[in-house]
């Protein structure tokens, strides 16, 4: 498929091009709601629609999302690393700014770590970030930096001050976006860091308040459970 997407024609209906435009803002809020089934279709229809009529500014980023389902469902790890091969590709053709954190993401979270070292993944999801930054794509960015934090921290290549410090900078700014799911998890990985360099006091006077997340981050509950139950 890797040629096909260099052969792709580009997406012309503009009914077409409006619906990849709402199933990608359904993505998000199928997500966040942890509504599977949804989420799950609407990945499938927009690279159904993106195989049947062209490439379109929002096909990378489901492209790279179809690795949740293949590597959570199918258990296919391989695959779910070649369509993040697929959605880099798709990215680079449509050179839409807008789409490109969300697809650095999506594609060196749910794809690429199966297939490559931990360690390649760092930079691309630290440039998602500064893009995501720059194009107001909020979410994408913060996810971005978390990935990269955690993904430095797990690659063991890191110092872990710095790591340490670019937490305490990045919480305060996700809470202040009203960002709940990436300042919950945000702050249970922030208290393992402390913990892994030794500053338990600033460590217990970190908060992980899930009252405020359970209801619509199921994901981001269980995964501030995880990372406590690595800092123990």
Not at 15 to 34: E, T
Not at 116 to 135: F, M
Request: negative net charge; aromatic residues 10%; contains cysteine.
């Amino acid at each position: 498929m890797k040629e096909d997407v260099e052969l792709m024609p580009f997406m012309s209906d503009p009914n077409r091009i409006q619906a990849m435009k709402i199933l990608s803002k359904m993505m998000d809020a199928c997500y966040f709601s942890d509504d599977e089934e949804r989420l799950t279709l609407c990945i499938f229809r927009s690279v159904d629609y993106t195989k049947r009529y062209g490439i379109a500014a929002e096909s990378s980023r489901p492209m790279a999302a179809l690795g949740i389902v293949l590597q959570q469902v199918l258990n296919d790890l391989k695959g779910a690393g070649d369509y993040a091969d697929y959605a880099m590709k798709l990215m680079e053709r449509a050179d839409h700014r807008p789409t490109q954190s969300g697809t650095l993401f999506v594609a060196n979270w749910a794809g690429f770590p199966w297939v490559k070292p931990v360690k390649e993944l760092i930079e691309p999801l630290r440039q998602g970030y500064q893009i995501g930054i720059t194009t107001e794509e909020a979410d994408d960015a913060s996810w971005g930096i978390f990935f990269s934090l955690w993904f430095s921290l797990q690659a063991g290549n890191s110092p872990l001050a710095p790591i340490e410090m670019e937490w305490s900078k990045q919480i305060p700014r996700m809470e202040a976006a009203g960002q709940v799911v990436h300042a919950l998890t945000g702050k249970a990985a922030w208290k393992c860091v402390l913990t892994l360099c030794g500053k338990f006091d600033q460590a217990d006077r970190v908060i992980v308040d899930r009252e405020t997340g359970i209801g619509t981050t199921p994901t981001a509950f269980h995964m501030s459970k995880g990372f406590e139950n690595y800092q123990q």
